[in-house]
């Protein structure tokens, strides 16, 4: 199965509470109480499950490990050209 970046983080985020709740978490205020044993258990698991599913993905896609020197090349020019372009 091959999915888009964003494909990928709304899949993420249908089945994990942990992003909405990690951001609503973070906002300034008093400190919050330390996590339980009941959320360590679940972001263990959490992690457990992404993990596979990175291993997964990383197991099943057809991209190569490393890019080709053509494609090194091609990405240095574009980068050079975006920098120079800034200065004109």
């Known amino acids: 199965m091959t999915m888009t970046m964003p494909h990928a983080f709304s899949a993420l985020s249908r089945r994990s509470r942990t992003l909405p709740t990690s951001c609503r978490e ?3 205020g008093p400190e919050k109480p330390r996590l339980t ?3 360590i258990s679940f972001h ?3 992690y457990k499950r992404l ?3 990175l291993q ?3 197991d099943t896609s ?3 490990e490393l890019p080709s020197e ?3 090349a091609a990405l240095n020019d574009l980068l050079a050209r975006v920098r ?3 200065f004109s």
Do not use: F, I
């Open 26 to 28: 973070s906002r300034p």
């Open 37 to 39: 044993d009941s959320d």
């Open 44 to 46: 263990e698991s959490e």
């Open 51 to 53: 993990r596979g599913e």
């Open 56 to 58: 997964s993905a990383h």
């Open 62 to 64: 057809r991209l190569p």
């Open 70 to 72: 053509e494609t090194r």
């Open 84 to 86: 120079l372009a800034r």
